[in-house]
């Protein structure tokens, strides 16, 4: 069964740049739709970003100019990267794949913090 | 965006209980999915395409509807079920949720 690993959370300062990766095992990313979806302290989930088989990316308005989702097919990897970040990007970011039903997420990762705060 | 809106926001429920959660879309789609999350934990996905139980899951869940107006069902809640539950739709290709459903106990 697939897994999925994120690293590279923590606390960044308002404007700063972090960069989430997602490794993968047991599949292959580039075969497959992954995501990132975070969730705000006590809050619900929000879709923020796709990359797609193709190579095809897809953002959330609220992210979209500031976060860029890419892969490395040697490393089995995702990621994410996130600049500008202002205080309401402050969420644990959950890795997601869909490998079954195209769009329905089936595989999450356990989620990296992110806070951003002064 | 399409949005999706769930209720209630909060259900207490006792174990046995049937239980029916609702999710509402602002237009009609025709792809949706159903999530189970417990406290510090990612969510787990239950039910895809509206109706079909992923693997694993067992069949006390079940999931309906159509067009705009989608069902989750537990038959017979068990201690293990209290969790919030997160509809999905992915008819767009900008995947939006509802708020969720937190099933307390009662």
Redesign the interface.
């Known amino acids: 069964e697939g897994q999925l690993v994120e690293t590279g959370g923590g606390l960044i300062q308002p404007g700063g740049s972090l960069r989430l990766s997602c490794a993968a095992s047991g599949f292959i990313v580039s075969s497959y739709y992954m995501t990132w979806v975070r969730q705000a302290p006590g809050k619900g989930l929000e879709w923020v970003s796709g990359l797609y088989s193709s190579g095809d990316t897809k953002y959330a308005d609220s992210v979209r100019g500031r976060f860029t989702i890419s892969r490395d097919t040697s490393k089995n990897t995702v990621y994410l990267q996130m600049n500008s970040l202002r205080g309401e990007d402050t969420a644990l970011y959950f890795c997601v794949s869909s490998t079954g039903d195209p769009g329905a997420f089936d595989i999450w990762g356990h989620g990296a913090t992110v806070t951003v705060s002064s | 965006?399409i949005q999706m809106t769930q209720s209630p926001s909060t259900l207490s429920a006792s174990v046995g209980d049937r239980v029916t959660i609702t999710c509402r879309a602002s237009q009609t789609i025709t792809?949706l999915?159903w999530?189970q999350?417990k406290p510090g934990?990612?969510?787990?996905?239950l039910i895809?395409?509206a109706s079909?139980l992923?693997s694993g899951v067992p069949s006390r869940f079940s999931g309906s509807g159509s067009g705009t107006e989608f069902t989750l069902t537990i038959s017979s809640l068990q201690p293990e079920d209290f969790a919030t539950y997160?509809c999905?739709q992915?008819s767009s290709?900008?995947?939006?949720?509802?708020?969720?459903t937190k099933v307390e106990i009662k």
Not at chain 2, 93 to 100: A, E, M, R, V, Y
């Open positions: 965006d792809m999915a999530y999350q934990t990612a969510p787990n996905l895809y395409t079909i992923q997160y999905q992915y290709l900008f995947p939006t949720f509802g708020q969720g």
